[in-house]
């Protein structure tokens, strides 16, 4: 889902738009040339690509993160303290 479909869905979206009336203005509103309408776009998409790759990355890393708590929950997986309190392995 890309990121303005989710933000059209969020709650917090969904309870603000009573809020907003329904006034329409009469007047047009000027749109950016072509081109640059393309170049908006074009950035639009790639933070859109950005965020998919992150939340992805996130959710590599939780999965991660709860293997290696289960391991060392378990007992399957020792930490070594020593004397100072430094962690190895």
């Known amino acids: 889902m890309k990121f303005t479909e989710k933000l059209v869905v969020e709650d917090y979206f969904i309870e603000k ?4 009336g329904w006034y329409i203005p009469t007047d047009e509103i000027e ?3 072509l081109p640059e ?9 790639a933070v859109d690509r950005k ?4 939340c992805r990355r996130k959710e590599k890393l ?3 993160k709860k293997g290696l ?7 399957r997986k ?5 004397n100072d309190g430094s962690i190895y392995k």
């Open 17 to 20: 738009l009573p809020n907003l």
């Open 31 to 33: 749109c950016p040339p």
């Open 37 to 45: 309408q393309h170049r908006i776009a074009g950035i639009l998409s």
């Open 51 to 54: 965020l998919e790759l992150e």
């Open 62 to 64: 939780e999965r991660v």
């Open 69 to 75: 708590m289960n391991e060392l929950l378990t007992g």
């Open 78 to 82: 020792r930490v070594n303290v020593e």
